[in-house]
Structures are given as C-alpha cells and as structure tokens.
C-alpha cells in the first residue's frame, strides 16, 4: 500500500465488529480479517508531491495527519506481525538508546559525548586526543524545497572558531576517531544475520562515512565471529525489532558497535552483494502468517 497515494483511493473503517477496508489494486481488502503480516517501509506522505488541484499547506497538513490516524488505527489488528512495529521503529531511531543498549548487553562503543555545549565539546574532543568526529543525533537530511543536505560525520580537530550559539542550536554526537578501522554492516532479519565488510578500492583510504564515498568502494560478503553475530540478534531482539541494520567497525581486533537503524536500506546489499535479504524477510513475513507464529514475539514489552 503507497501511502503516498491513500488521498486518490477509499479506505473505509467500521465498528463495533471491526471492518477494515483499503484499496488492493481494482477492489478493496478487509484487513480486519486477513492481516497476517507487515513490512512497515518508511511510509511516504500523502500529498507528497503537488495534487492536481494544489491545496493550502494548512490543509495539506491537516490531510496528512488524518491519513496517518488511518495508518495507525491498523495497529488495533490483532496478531500481526509487524517488521518493524512502528512504536518500537520510533523509539530506536534514538542514538541514545540504542548506545545504552548496546553497553549493556556487552558490545565495545566509541567513548561518546552528546552535547549542545561548546564547553563540554572541547572538553571532549581534548580528551580524545585532540580528534574526535562529529554526526547528527537524529535525522541527518536537512531538506530545502529545491535541495537536500545530507550530514556525513565528519571529523573535527577544533571547534573553537564555531561560535557557541551554533553548537547551542541543536544537540549532537561526538565520539573517538577511531582511525584506521574496518567499516562492517550487519543486516539482522530474525535469525539471520547478513554481513559485509565495507573496503575501499582505492591504495591508503582512510574511510571516515562511506556513505559519502559513491565510488571505489568494495562491499565483500563476510562472517562475523560467533559471539559478536549472537549478540548482534540477540540486541534486535532485546530493542523489540525483527529487522535492524547495524553499523560497526573492528577497530584493533576488537568490534565496536556505533549504531541501528531499524528502517534502514537493503537493496543495494541484495543486487551489489548478493544477500538474500528479501528471502529471509520474505520467510518472515510468511512465518507471521502461520498459526504457530503469535505474533507477540517482538516489541510485546513497548
């Protein structure tokens, strides 16, 4: 379901007995009694681009925010697997969290500091030796109507020619320089962890975010040792999630966890690597469809 595309379909909820009716191509579906599974994929906004008729951007939010009661209402449904649960999604999209569980379910991270203080922040980058890297705490797109800005981490020497009111702005993360490390993407689906180690093809590359390094990188299948892949479902679990992409680098023989995101991308991983991610979400979905799955398995403790 393009949920992008709910305001040019009909969708129709009725009570006391629940009837849950969205649009399935020509004809509709009662959701209410054939729901088994969902892969909730970053939900787009309705009106995203202009309607053929353009509206007043009041009303275009007020659109949205009914659209979106639709969504959540199909969370009354009982016994559905959800990848993810939409609660449990929002709640570990904070780094936060995410690095308070992972210490305490016994993965290495970089000494981290988040911060709007300039003070504490010189502090920090002092502490580490004088180098230290920065990244947002939360989203890291800034959207302008013409263009997007996306915030890669970045490392940092010295902030002190910043003025205070530009670090006060916002909170953000600083960390360790761990240099020379080896970037790792870990794709967890129930189970099944999928792994490839990012490398750069090219001679004395020092990857910082290879997310903004588009050429000369390799993404090699690879097999994380027993303990770190076990403690790589086991964290998915705890956080609630059946789905999660980790971020982690081996950084002197050691690996360190930096972060989840539990929407994150996959396809690239599927055709470039040859990982067979969508057969084991497929495999998911469809154990959710069976009697013996209760669906409670996951995020049951949000």
């Not at 890669?152 to 006060?168: A, H, L, M, R, W």
């Amino acid at each position: 379901m393009n949920t992008e595309d709910l305001p040019y379909s009909d969708c129709t909820v009725t009570f006391p007995e629940l009837s849950f009716l969205v649009p399935n191509g020509i004809k509709a579906i009662d959701l209410a009694s054939s729901l088994k599974s969902v892969l909730f994929r970053r939900p787009g906004k309705p009106f995203d681009e202009n309607p053929d008729e353009p509206l007043d951007e009041a009303v275009i939010r007020y659109t949205r925010e009914q659209w979106h009661a639709i969504i959540d209402g199909i969370l009354c449904i009982p016994n559905v697997l959800w990848i993810n649960h939409p609660r449990v999604n929002d709640i570990m999209e904070c780094k936060i969290v995410q690095l308070q569980r992972a210490v305490d379910m016994g993965f290495r991270i970089p000494q981290t500091c988040v911060t709007s203080s300039k003070e504490r922040a010189e502090k920090f980058i002092q502490s580490c030796g004088g180098y230290a890297v920065a990244k947002s705490l939360y989203s890291s797109l800034i959207e302008y109507p013409d263009r997007d800005f996306f915030i890669f981490t970045t490392v940092v020497e010295s902030i002190k020619d910043i003025p205070s009111s530009e670090i006060g702005i916002a909170p953000m993360i600083f960390q360790e320089y761990l240099e020379e490390k080896i970037d790792y993407r870990v794709t967890v689906v129930g189970e099944k962890v999928h792994t490839v180690r990012i490398e750069s093809r090219l001679e004395d590359c020092h990857i910082i975010d290879w997310r903004a390094q588009k050429d000369g990188l390799k993404f090699n299948p690879s097999e994380l040792p027993e303990d770190v892949q076990k403690r790589c479902i086991d964290y998915v679990k705890e956080c609630g999630l059946v789905f999660g992409a980790i971020d982690m680098v081996l950084y002197r023989d050691d690996f360190y966890f930096l972060e989840i995101n539990p929407n994150g991308e996959w396809g690239w991983l599927q055709t470039g690597a040859r990982l067979p991610i969508a057969e084991a979400l497929t495999d998911y979905l469809i154990k959710g469809c069976s009697q013996e799955f209760s669906g409670d398995e996951y995020g049951s403790h949000f």
